[in-house]
């Protein structure tokens, strides 16, 4: 069963531009919602992360938005650089299980 | 070498072949994780050391053999292999205490005939 699910599949952003991606999760024993950021040819990098006790972090130009009751969190990504192009995947974790479940992931390109 | 390094990043393997892939993590970690990425599918967790202990098998077939002879290496052996199982393999790193922190490698990318 899917327990991440995350949206769009792909995004096509102006330079400059607001980049936004979107994840719903189905179990409430999560308690760490990372970010993570995929290049081609590279493994994914932990970008940004938040837990359930705050409802945005930020880091730069990179936010995360998260909704407990709703179960969902968000990727804002402000000023939208083509460096920033890349694959994006939201991950839920329970520190009880230490396993990570991912969402399938989002192909970010942003347009000079 | 620093972080997660795999070897070989291109495996072009036989149904009836027999490799390894390695992965050496140089963070001091002590927790190492296989994961298998197919193309518009989530990462699909494979495997769990914790100290050199398997703590996690997620219904991996038995043509997948992991092996962790210490701390900072970590191998997963393949054997028949079908098709399907063509994809990238990512090994990642933690300390067990802090499995959200998980530091990944750049993979192999995997392709049997």
């Known amino acids: 069963q899917q327990q991440v699910k995350q949206s769009p599949q792909s995004l096509i952003v102006q330079k400059g531009g607001i980049s936004i991606i979107n994840c719903a999760y189905e179990n409430t024993a999560f308690d760490y919602f990372p970010w993570y950021q995929q290049f081609p040819g590279k493994g994914p990098a932990l970008l940004i992360a938040i837990r359930p006790d705050v409802s945005e972090k930020k880091e730069g130009r990179f936010t995360i938005s998260f909704n407990k009751s709703a179960k969902q969190f968000s990727l804002h990504i402000m000023d939208s650089q083509p460096g920033d192009s890349a694959t994006y995947f939201c991950a839920v974790l329970s520190s009880n299980t230490g396993k990570l479940i991912f969402g399938q992931g989002t192909t970010l390109q942003v347009k000079p | 070498e620093t972080g997660v390094t795999q070897t070989p990043r291109h495996l072009v393997m036989g149904m009836t072949n027999k490799k390894s892939l390695k992965c050496e993590q140089h963070l001091g970690h002590n927790a190492m994780y296989w994961y298998k990425q197919s193309a518009k599918k989530p990462l699909e967790l494979m495997f769990v050391?914790?100290?050199?202990?398997?703590?996690e098998n997620n219904s991996v077939p038995s043509r997948f053999s992991p092996e962790c002879p210490n701390s900072s290496h970590l191998f997963l052996h393949l054997h028949t292999l079908q098709p399907e199982d063509s994809a990238l393999y990512l090994c990642?790193?933690?300390?067990?205490?802090?499995?959200?922190?998980?530091?990944f490698g750049p993979g192999t990318r995997l392709t049997v005939t």
């Open positions: 050391y914790s100290l050199e202990e398997r703590v």
């Open positions: 990642a790193s933690s300390q067990w205490t802090s499995a959200d922190e998980q530091y």
